[in-house]
């Protein structure tokens, strides 16, 4: 017996409605490229160039979520697209100061120095667009992260190596053979450059969930036991 056109119509607009997703990330940092791949998503990376720069009397959480959405709106689809882009811009904040990539190992110290011994704050914002809608949804993850009291030897052999060179701050919290940070409380990801947990929930906003479970993958990779995940991850459920 002949399937009716009407029902063979509604089933592949069914099976369309389910189909994955294309998910672009808007950023070149393999940093993000590793965090965004820990919960199974598959992407494609298409990096996107934006003026960094701070406005005046500009608040960090402002000036990340601006960069942010600048970002996602800035990569442009293929014709027709109807899949996410995600970006994501992170700060470096010691107290009303917001620290940049260091242009060379003079800054790069300068930077260092201010922010040995001290407590200062990291921001990312996340954004995901639906170019097909126009829809645009954001996130912010905030962490405190103290820095241990390290030596000048230390510092110093750690700018020789040339990786503060493209982080914000001059450091990376998962450098190992520096380990600026300790005793940190929050989320570690975002520190990183990514906080996978509120990437989760956004991502969910528009039906593409994580294959796996994002909190144990991403604990795993980071050799960190978050105390925060739960916490975010439920903020968004009934």
């Known amino acids: ?38 919960p199974g998503w598959t992407f494609t990376v298409q990096p996107a160039d934006v003026d960094e720069r701070v406005v005046p009397g500009e608040l ?97 052999a750690y700018i020789a190596t040339g990786d503060p060179l493209d982080k914000a701050g001059a450091y990376a919290i998962q450098h190992n053979g520096f380990n600026p940070v300790e005793k940190l409380e929050g989320c570690y990801a975002n520190v990183v450059g990514l906080p996978l947990c509120h990437v989760t929930r956004l991502l969910a906003e528009f039906d593409l969930l994580p294959k796996t479970d994002v909190a144990t993958a991403c604990q795993a990779a980071l050799g960190y036991m978050c105390p925060v995940f739960d916490e975010i991850l439920r903020e968004n459920k009934p």
């Open 1 to 38: 017996m002949m399937k009716p056109a009407f029902l063979g119509s509604c089933c592949d607009r069914m099976q369309q409605l389910k189909a994955p997703m294309d998910l672009i990330l808007a950023s070149k940092s393999p940093r993000r490229r590793m965090l965004l791949a820990l």
């Open 60 to 156: 960090p959480d402002a000036y990340v979520l601006r960069l942010a959405e600048r970002k996602a709106r800035a990569v442009a689809p293929p014709q027709g697209y109807n899949g996410l882009i995600l970006a994501a811009d992170t700060a470096v904040v010691l107290g009303e100061h917001i620290l940049g990539k260091p242009a060379n190992a003079v800054e790069a110290e300068r930077m260092l120095r201010s922010l040995r011994g001290r407590v200062h704050w990291v921001y990312t914002a996340v954004a995901v667009y639906h170019p097909a809608s126009g829809r645009l949804q954001t996130e912010l993850g905030a962490t405190e992260v103290p820095v241990r009291d390290f030596s000048d030897a230390e510092m110093r």
